[in-house]
């Protein structure tokens, strides 16, 4: 089983750029799909991007697509969220979650059993 911790999280002015990373430990990385999620407040946990264990595969949300990229670098147990052109509306604590399976990938953050502990992303309009 990995552990996750996330990083990079930040205040930013809207339309700036920030790159999260969430790192692994642990010798299984790549046996798991990648996701990122984000919660604001008073809000539920909502799903932001998945990669699988390759790399090959990606998923988003609409709301992000365009702006945001999901990736990872196997060598390194590290999984990436670069965002641009943020907006207020992307404030939120933002989680980095490993799926169940290597291949598969899941919007549903009741899929992901392992978790990091968050970190907060503040846009400023």
């Known amino acids: 089983q990995v552990q996750l911790v996330e990083s990079g999280g930040g205040l930013v002015q809207a339309g700036n750029s920030l790159r999260l990373s969430c790192a692994a430990s642990g010798r299984t990385f790549n046996n798991y799909a990648m996701g990122w999620f984000r919660q604001a407040p008073g809000k539920g946990r909502e799903f932001v991007a998945a990669i699988n264990f390759s790399a090959g595969s990606t998923v988003y949300a609409d709301s992000v697509k365009g702006r945001f990229t999901i990736s990872r670098d196997n060598v390194k147990n590290s999984v990436y969220l670069q965002m641009n052109s943020l907006t207020p509306e992307d404030t939120a604590v933002y989680y980095c979650?490993?799926?169940?399976?290597?291949?598969?990938?899941?919007?549903?953050?009741?899929?992901?059993?392992?978790w990091g502990q968050g970190t907060q992303v503040t846009v400023s309009s």
């Open positions: 979650a490993a799926g169940p399976t290597a291949y598969r990938l899941y919007r549903s953050a009741a899929s992901y059993h392992i």
